[in-house]
């Protein structure tokens, strides 16, 4: 299992209470019954050096005793703000490439520690179409690209069939950017930590369309507790605060949701025409021989 890992996103730069909280997670996550041998290898991997040795201080020449010095205990620390680090960092972002760069620094987002890699996006920057999904997989982390295992290539075919895809005409990211350990869904604070660089990212990129994969993709995006089947194939208007205009929004069911439940793909299907209508009402790039 070590051997197939390779280096770590951020390895050395992880703090220990960082490590100690990753790997609290991870126990948690291996009582709920997830396979996690790889997140525990990496971790293992990146294990913090023994901390040094701190010499006693003497005692006091004098006889009189010193109270030590307190130390808050972590508990009592004033917590990180994950969330204000994430907003500065995305709201300083004026292109998709430093925003990239500081999705790469940002350190908030616990999934960080357990991923291989920073998956941010695919595909064209400036298309007219913005797909986003829920998060990376295992094939994601190894390449540190979106979409590229079995339901990335379900994804490629399903945009092609209408002639999208991510050489020509697609821009593709997710709304979590490093892969939860084990497959397991984000939780709301990871999907939280990541939604303001998602949030700018429809800004910048400021698609004619954004397609949302997913019931994950679609509630954290639109801030919408509706499931998939009830979003799915509808013409939406999204804003986020991040947006000074509406952005023309449709959601689709995932293809991992497909690749198990096949029978659902004449929904799919009937969700493709419908967006293939209204590409070609906004006039968004197609090339029909993809
Ligand atoms: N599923 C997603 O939602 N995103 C990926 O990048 C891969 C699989």
Known sequence: MLARIAAPVNAGAMGLEAEIAARALLEFWAAAGVDLEDARALLRARAPAA???VAKPSPPQSGRSVAPTPSLSPAR???????DDARRAAAAATTIAELRA????FE???????????????????ADVLLIGEGPGREEDEQGKPFVGRS????DRMLAAIGLGRAANVFIS???YWRPPGNRPATQGELAACLPFVDRLIALANPKLLLLAGGVAAQTVLRKAEGVTKLRGRRLSHVNPELTKPINTMVMLHPAYLLRQARQKRLA???LLALEAWLDELGAARNPRL
């Open 51 to 53: 901390p040094r040795q």
């Open 77 to 83: 620390r004033p917590a990180p703000a994950p969330l």
């Open 102 to 105: 500081a999705v790469e620094a």
């Open 108 to 126: 908030g987002c616990g999934l960080k520690a357990t991923a291989r890699t920073t998956v941010f996006s695919d595909g064209v920057e400036g």
């Open 152 to 155: 990335g290539q379900l994804l």
């Open 174 to 176: 997710n709304v979590v």
């Open 269 to 271: 299907w009937a969700d």
